[in-house]
């Protein structure tokens, strides 16, 4: 039937993407190309919806994939909310695999799981202290300037200012689920910092779930051992029929982003778990912790 081609063509654009990425890292490696994390990454081709099939067809072909691959209430503690979805900017190098990243932006996007709608946002530019001037490269990637960063505080008073404004929403702490893409932001990039500077890193963000995960979820098929690997932020928007808002690489542009990717796929999952569900259990369990 036609949802049953849906998902065939959506799985065979997944898989060529996973080709070309994979085929891309292997000319990287032998050309000693920098790492993602020093300079931009290569645009893959969009795990793009056809034309014929709007989200909605693609939430209706995949139905009953994700309940399968991340189990609903398998979470011990009270139930997840609100999304807490954050996406760092950090100081870098052309050409320098090595760089110690200072986060430069930070931004938050609190999301009522749901409705699927933001319900407050924190932003801070962070102003580095190790290496204090910003590369042309850096800049040019993320369009934060020297003016940006001179003019912010260090991390440790913008942790602070963060912790005060968790505190202050309306909403338990155990009941939201931070968000990222990737798992670099929370795995690597804070903890690395904190643990130079000192630093204790927010309980809050001890705990994450990649969108990336959530996404192969709702992509795989009943039958797939294992999961297709997901696109990077601007092919998972192209994925779900989604436009990108903002400027790519500018931190509070992608969390707004990511916080539309989660939604979407949220409103997917819960309509595959049926009337009266009130989550889906997509973003029950973290998929990292540090």
């Known amino acids: 039937n036609w949802l049953g081609e849906v998902l065939m063509r959506v799985r065979d654009i997944l898989a060529r993407e996973v080709r070309d990425v994979q085929t891309r890292a292997e000319v990287a490696a032998v050309a000693g190309a920098p790492s993602a994390a020093a300079a931009p990454a290569a645009t893959a081709p969009a795990a793009a919806v056809p034309a014929e099939a709007p989200a909605e067809a693609l939430a209706a072909a995949t139905e009953g994939t994700a309940a399968e691959a991340v189990s609903p209430g398998a979470s011990a503690g009270p139930e997840v909310t609100h999304l807490l979805v954050l996406d760092f900017e950090a100081t870098c190098a052309k050409d320098a695999p090595n760089w110690p990243h200072e986060v430069i932006e930070f931004p938050a996007v609190l999301v009522a799981l749901g409705e699927g ?73 804070l903890p690395a910092e904190c643990a130079r500077k000192g630093l204790e890193q927010p309980a809050v963000l001890r705990r994450w779930c990649n969108v990336k995960v959530a996404y192969s979820a709702c992509a795989a098929a009943p039958a797939d051992k294992k999961r297709p690997r997901a696109p990077g932020m601007a092919g998972m928007l192209s994925g779900l029929g989604l436009e990108l808002v903002g400027r790519h690489h500018r931190g509070i542009d992608d969390a707004r982003n990511i916080a539309r990717i989660a939604a979407r796929l949220e409103r997917f999952a819960l309509a595959r778990a049926g009337a009266g569900a009130k989550s889906s259990g997509l973003f029950a369990k973290p998929s990292g912790v540090c």
């Open 117 to 189: 709608k933001p319900v407050a946002e924190f932003t801070r530019f962070v102003r580095p202290t190790e290496r204090p001037a910003l590369t042309p490269f850096c800049t040019e990637l993320t369009s934060i300037t020297q003016a940006d960063v001179d003019g912010a505080a260090p991390l440790v008073e913008v942790l602070k200012e963060f912790e005060a404004w968790v505190a202050a929403l309306p909403v338990a702490l155990e009941a939201v689920m931070p968000v990222t893409c990737g798992d670099w932001d929370l795995r690597r990039a």
